[in-house]
């Protein structure tokens, strides 16, 4: 087939190159030298990505506003029952006086 370093391409997660002397150092298990470092956020940057994004100002505000965020899994037949299910009780609770 050739030499061990092309035959490890899959196996073992270490690339082959012709004419390097065998297999160049992309191993999983250490960083990667071809992609450079892959680094996590900071603390302070994830507070400014959150405080400038849309979707977090959106959250943000429903939240203040008393709403909780929730997922919930349906199965797909299910569907539109959940959604009417929960219209009509948002509007029977919009209707209910306040206490």
Avoid: H
Wanted: glycine share 12%.
């Amino acid at each position: 087939m050739g030499t061990g370093a092309t035959q490890s391409l899959w196996g073992r997660g270490r690339a082959a190159f012709p004419g390097t002397g065998g297999s160049v150092g992309v191993d999983r298990k250490s960083k990667n030298a071809l992609s450079g470092d892959i680094r996590k956020r900071t603390p302070q940057e994830q507070a400014i990505a959150e405080q400038t994004s849309r979707r977090a100002r959106y959250e943000a505000r429903l939240r203040k506003s008393g709403f909780k965020k929730t997922t919930v899994w349906v199965p797909g037949d299910r569907l539109e029952e959940l959604k009417a299910l929960v219209k009509a009780w948002n509007e029977a609770a919009s209707q209910e006086p306040m206490q």
